[in-house]
C-alpha cells in the first residue's frame, strides 16, 4: 500500500485516541503503519529535504488535529483525544471519524510535501529543457555525451577509460568503455541524435552486426528520439548478447540524475527539530 495522505492519517490517528488516553506519539507511529500496511521499504521513504516521510505525515496530522482542537498534548510528545475530538468521532458513526467523512475536496498537503511536489515539478521541467539541447548538439558532441553519461554512472575505471571512436571507419561502433585496465570487458556505443525520427529495428540489428564483427558481447544505443516497439522487442530476443536501449527521456533522466550537463543554482538548507538533543535529558553539568 501506498504513503497515505495527511487527511487520512489525521482521521486514522484521531480513531485511534478514541480511549481517551493519553499516548505517546512516536508509539502509535508503528500502529499507524501497520493500520495502512505499509512495508519496511515505505517507512524507509524519505522526503527531499531529508526526514522519513511517513512519521513526518504523523507529525503533521498531529499539528492539524491539535489546530482542529480535536485533540491536546498534555505532555512533551504525547496526545489525547479532546471533547470536540469525541464529539466528532461520535458525529461519524462507529469506526467511521467524522474528520474522514469532511475531508476538504482539496487534499491537506504537508509543507515537506508541498516541497516534493515542487521539487519533482522543477526535476521534470529541468529534464525537457536538457533533452532540448541535447537534440541541437552536433553528431560529434553527442557521441562524446554519451561516453561521459556512462562514465558518470559509474562504467569504466576511471575518467580516462571511455572514448569515443573516430569518425569514419568505426564499424558503426561510435564510443567504447572500458570496465577494467586491461580491457577484458568493454561496453561499445552506438550513438544516435535524431530530432523526431524513432530508431526502428534494422539500425538495432546493424549495431547487433557490429558488435559481432568486434567480438562483443555488451552494447549500449542511445538515441535522442525513441525507439519502435520492434526495435525494443528484438533487443529483449537477444540471446547472446546484451544490448541495452535508451532513449531520449531516459537519457534526460540519467543526465540529471548523474549531473552530465547540468548545475546546480540554488541549495536549501532544510532544518528539521534534532529528537536526539532533546531526548537526551537535561542533567548535563
Same mark, same amino acid.
Given at each position: 500500500?501506498?504513503?497515505?495522505?495527511?487527511?487520512?492519517?489525521k482521521?486514522?490517528?484521531?480513531?485511534?485516541?478514541?480511549?481517551g488516553?493519553p499516548?505517546?506519539?512516536? /508509539?502509535? %507511529?508503528?500502529?499507524?503503519?501497520?493500520?495502512? +500496511?505499509?512495508?519496511?521499504?515505505d517507512?524507509?521513504?524519505?522526503?527531499?529535504?531529508?526526514?522519513?516521510?511517513?512519521e513526518?505525515?504523523v507529525?503533521?496530522?498531529r499539528?492539524h #488535529?491539535?489546530?482542529?482542537g480535536?485533540?491536546?498534548?498534555?505532555?512533551?510528545g504525547?496526545?489525547?483525544?479532546?471533547?470536540?475530538g469525541l *464529539?466528532? !468521532?461520535n458525529? &461519524? $458513526?462507529?469506526?467511521f471519524?467524522?474528520?474522514?467523512?469532511?475531508?476538504?475536496?482539496?487534499?491537506?498537503?504537508?509543507?515537506? /510535501?508541498?516541497?516534493?511536489?515542487a521539487?519533482?515539478?522543477l526535476?521534470?521541467?529541468?529534464?525537457?529543457d536538457?533533452?532540448? *539541447?541535447?537534440?541541437q548538439?552536433?553528431?560529434?558532441?553527442? +557521441?562524446? #555525451?554519451? %561516453?561521459?553519461?556512462?562514465?558518470?554512472?559509474?562504467?569504466?575505471?576511471? /575518467?580516462?577509460?571511455?572514448?569515443?571512436?573516430?569518425?569514419?571507419?568505426?564499424?558503426?561502433i561510435? $564510443?567504447?568503455?572500458?570496465?577494467?585496465? !586491461?580491457?577484458l570487458?568493454?561496453?561499445?556505443?552506438?550513438?544516435?541524435?535524431?530530432? +523526431?525520427?524513432? %530508431?526502428?529495428?534494422? +539500425?538495432?540489428?546493424?549495431? !547487433? &552486426?557490429?558488435?559481432?564483427?568486434?567480438?562483443?558481447?555488451k $552494447?549500449?544505443?542511445?538515441?535522442?528520439? &525513441? =525507439?519502435?516497439? /520492434?526495435?525494443?522487442?528484438?533487443?529483449m *530476443?537477444?540471446?547472446?548478447q546484451?544490448?541495452?536501449?535508451?532513449?531520449?527521456?531516459? #537519457?534526460?533522466?540519467?543526465?540529471?540524475?548523474? $549531473?552530465?550537463? %547540468?548545475?546546480t543554482?540554488?541549495?536549501?538548507?532544510?532544518?528539521?527539530?534534532?529528537?536526539d538533543y =532533546?531526548?537526551?535529558?537535561?542533567d548535563?553539568?
Amino acid at each position: 500500500m501506498s504513503i497515505p495522505k495527511v487527511g487520512a492519517i489525521k482521521a486514522a490517528l484521531l480513531d485511534l485516541l478514541q480511549d481517551g488516553r493519553p499516548h505517546l506519539l512516536r /508509539e502509535l %507511529v508503528p500502529v499507524l503503519a501497520h493500520r495502512f +500496511e505499509l512495508t519496511p521499504e515505505d517507512l524507509a521513504v524519505r522526503h527531499a529535504s531529508g526526514p522519513l516521510k511517513f512519521e513526518n505525515l504523523v507529525r503533521w496530522a498531529r499539528q492539524h #488535529l491539535k489546530d482542529d482542537g480535536t485533540i491536546q498534548t498534555p505532555d512533551r510528545g504525547v496526545v489525547q483525544i479532546s471533547e470536540l475530538g469525541l *464529539r466528532t !468521532l461520535n458525529a &461519524g $458513526g462507529p469506526g467511521f471519524p467524522a474528520t474522514r467523512a469532511a475531508e476538504p475536496l482539496t487534499p491537506v498537503q504537508s509543507p515537506d /510535501e508541498a516541497l516534493d511536489a515542487a521539487v519533482e515539478q522543477l526535476t521534470t521541467q529541468l529534464r525537457l529543457d536538457v533533452l532540448e *539541447r541535447v537534440k541541437q548538439t552536433t553528431p560529434q558532441q553527442f +557521441e562524446r #555525451l554519451v %561516453v561521459d553519461v556512462l562514465l558518470a554512472m559509474g562504467y569504466g575505471f576511471d /575518467e580516462s577509460s571511455g572514448h569515443v571512436t573516430r569518425f569514419s571507419g568505426d564499424g558503426g561502433i561510435d $564510443g567504447l568503455v572500458h570496465e577494467d585496465k !586491461l580491457g577484458l570487458s568493454t561496453i561499445y556505443i552506438q550513438a544516435k541524435r535524431y530530432t +523526431e525520427t524513432s %530508431v526502428g529495428r534494422p +539500425e538495432v540489428q546493424q549495431f !547487433l &552486426g557490429a558488435l559481432t564483427g568486434a567480438g562483443a558481447t555488451k $552494447g549500449v544505443f542511445i538515441t535522442s528520439a &525513441g =525507439f519502435s516497439r /520492434e526495435a525494443r522487442d528484438f533487443a529483449m *530476443r537477444l540471446q547472446n548478447q546484451k544490448v541495452a536501449l535508451i532513449d531520449g527521456a531516459q #537519457l534526460a533522466r540519467l543526465m540529471v540524475e548523474h $549531473g552530465v550537463g %547540468v548545475a546546480t543554482a540554488k541549495t536549501l538548507a532544510i532544518q528539521h527539530v534534532d529528537s536526539d538533543y =532533546f531526548d537526551a535529558g537535561w542533567d548535563k553539568p
